[in-house]
């Protein structure tokens, strides 16, 4: 009897996310993408202060966008696919 190849399964209440980072971001994180298996239950902040503890401290007004839809950095990522993290940008 052939055996099923052995694939290996994330803990139960993870999930695999993208995530982007734009810019500073970026250049702070370390990445422009990247895959990650996360708690379902984690936020973006938290997520992202995991990554790079100083975050926050360094990139001020920055927004996070969750399936492509701007979010709060304290909703928990639940079902999501993509985190973008997008710092402020300034023009002139």
């Known amino acids: 009897m052939e055996k099923e190849p052995r694939v290996a399964k994330e803990p139960v209440g993870t999930e695999t996310i993208r995530i982007l980072a ?43 966008a969750i399936d492509q839809r701007y979010a709060s950095w304290d909703q928990p990522i639940e079902e999501a696919e993509e985190m973008a993290i997008i710092p402020p940008v300034s023009g002139g």
């Open 22 to 64: 734009f810019a500073q971001a970026k250049e702070l994180l370390g990445f422009t993408e990247k895959m990650l298996v996360v708690d379902r239950s984690k936020t973006p902040r938290e997520i992202v202060l995991e990554i790079e503890p100083s975050f926050f401290e360094k990139i001020h007004g920055a927004r996070v």
